[in-house]
C-alpha cells in the first residue's frame, strides 16, 4: 500500500491519483468507443463532461445542504478544494440526473450511449481497484489462507487484489464483446451484471462492510441490480434497437452498410438470433 | 441460474452484526480503527493522555509553525474550539517539535491566542505512531475513541471543521 508519495515539497495521494488517470482513461476510451457505435464523439465527451461537473458540484451543495447553517455562514467554503466534504452518493445521482437531461436535451439514443460508455467503465472500475490497493481502503477479514497480506495490524484476505483482478477480467470480457450487437446496449447491461456479481463475490471476503439484519448491504444492492439487469439484457435481446440511429450519424461516419470495418460484427438480428 | 447462485453466496455470506462490527477494532491511524494511544507535554507544562478523553469528541491536528496551510487553518480550528468546547469537544494540536522548535511554537500559539491544548511531539514518536507524512494532518475521533475522519493535507475550512465535529458530537446524543 502506498498512499502517498513525495515529490519534493509536494505530497500526492496516489488513490486519488489513479481515480483522475481511470476517468481520462476511460473518457479516453468512451470517444473511441463511440466510432464504433456511430455516436458522435463530442457528444459523448460533453455528456461525460455534463455528468461529472454537475456530479462534483452536486455533491458539495448536497453536503452543504445537510449542514446549511454552517455553509450559511461561511458560504466560501463552498469553494474549499477538499473532497471530505462531498456527499459522494447524491453527487453520483445528481450527475446521472444532468447526463440523462444531456442526453434527452441532444436526443442521443440510450442504447448506443450505453454501449459507448461501457468500455471506459471497465476501464475506470480496474483503475477504482487500484486505488484501493493504494490506499489499503475496501480491506478484507482476517484470515490464515496462503495468500493473506498483513494489513493493519492483521493477516486479510487481500480483497483489494480480488476486487482489481475482477475488474480486469470483465475489461476482457467486455472489450471481447461476447454479445456482438454494438449499439444495441447489450455489451452494456452485460458489464453491469459481471460488475453485480463480482461485487457480491468479493463483497463475502471484506471487513468494513456495511450491514442491513444479518446481510451485507453492497451484496443485496447487487443482488437487486443483477436481476435487473439479467431482466432487460432478456428483454432487449428479444427488442432490439436499430443498429445505427441515423439521426445521430456524424459527416465523417459513412452510413451503415456502407463499410467494412472489422470492428463492426455481424447485424443485429444475426447476432441476437444466434445468442438466443 | 447464475442469480440463484449469488443468491445463495449471499445466503451463504451472511454475518452477525453484533460480532462483525462489535468488539475494539486495534488501533491504527485510520478511518474505522482505534486511535493510538500517546501521553505528551504540552505548551503549558501539563500532561495529556489520549485515551484520558474517552467519552469526549477529539480533534487531534498535528502541526508545525513554519507550515504555510496550517497558519491558514489554525485560526478555523480555534473558532470551532470556542464554539463547541462546553459541549465536549477537546482538540489537541499536536506541535510536531522534531522538526519546530518549542518557541517558534510558542510564538505561534501567541501570534493567533489559541485557548486549546499544545502537546509537544519533541522526539516525533507520535507523529511516527500516526504515520503523519505531510502537515497538517487531522483526525476526528468519536466517544469511542474511534478515528472516524481523516484529513490530510490542508487548510481545512472552518465548515469542514465544524461539519465533521456536529457529525461526532450527534452521534454522541
Known sequence: ??????????????????????????????????????????????????????????????????????????????????????????????????????????????????????????????????????????????????WSIFLWGEYRHPTQFYETLAALLILVVIWLRPLRSPGAGLNFLLFVSLTALARIFTEAFRADSSIIGDFRSAQVAGLVILALSLLLLHRWMKSPTPYVPESVVTEEDPPPGETDSPDRGPSLQDSVERNL | MVFFLAAAWTYASRVDPAAFTGGERPPNPRKGFSAPDFTLSTLDGSEVTLSDLRGQVVVVNFWASWCLPCRVEMPAIEQVHRAYKDLGLVILAVNMTSGDSRQDAASFVDEYGLTFSIPLDLDGLVSSKYEVRGLPTTYFIDTEGVIQEVVVGGPMSEALVQSKVEDLLRKEE
Open chain 1, 1 to 146: 500500500m502506498l498512499p502517498y508519495l513525495r515529490l519534493g515539497p509536494l505530497l500526492l495521494q496516489t488513490p486519488g491519483l489513479a481515480i483522475l488517470v481511470g476517468l481520462w482513461l476511460g473518457m479516453t476510451a468512451a470517444e473511441k468507443e463511440a466510432k464504433r457505435t456511430h455516436l458522435n464523439p463530442a457528444h459523448i465527451y460533453n455528456f461525460l463532461l455534463v455528468g461529472l461537473l454537475s456530479g462534483i458540484v452536486g455533491a458539495r451543495l448536497a453536503y452543504a445542504s445537510q449542514y446549511l447553517s454552517i455553509y450559511l455562514e461561511n458560504p466560501l467554503s463552498l469553494f474549499a478544494l477538499n473532497l471530505n466534504t462531498l456527499a459522494p452518493f447524491e453527487g453520483f445521482l445528481i450527475g446521472l440526473a444532468a447526463a440523462g437531461l444531456y442526453l434527452a436535451r441532444r436526443k442521443l439514443p440510450l442504447r448506443p450511449v450505453l454501449d459507448t460508455l461501457t468500455p471506459g467503465l471497465a476501464i475506470f472500475f480496474v483503475a477504482l481497484g487500484v486505488s484501493h490497493i493504494l490506499s489499503g481502503q475496501a480491506y478484507g477479514m482476517e484470515t490464515q489462507v496462503p
